[in-house]
């Protein structure tokens, strides 16, 4: 029994709908990681200002 090696060699249009396909999954990954900061930026905003009000109330009773 051989086994024998082959080469896999990638046309120049391979490489460049490759290197595409890359660029668009990072965009698109930056992008989700960008929506994704600025909804839990916003639910943190939001707590610490229901926080703040309540200590608020509570002062001032």
């Not at 120049?12 to 990072?26: E, N, Y």
């Not at 989700?32 to 001032?60: C, G, N, P």
């Amino acid at each position: 029994m051989q086994f024998q090696l082959q080469k896999f060699s990638c046309g120049a249009d391979l490489k460049c709908s490759f290197g595409w396909v890359s660029f668009i999954r990072i965009a698109i990954g930056l992008r989700a990681l960008i929506v994704v900061d600025v909804v839990v930026f916003l639910v943190l905003f939001v707590i610490d200002l229901e926080f703040q009000k309540s200590i608020r109330r509570a002062h001032f009773r």
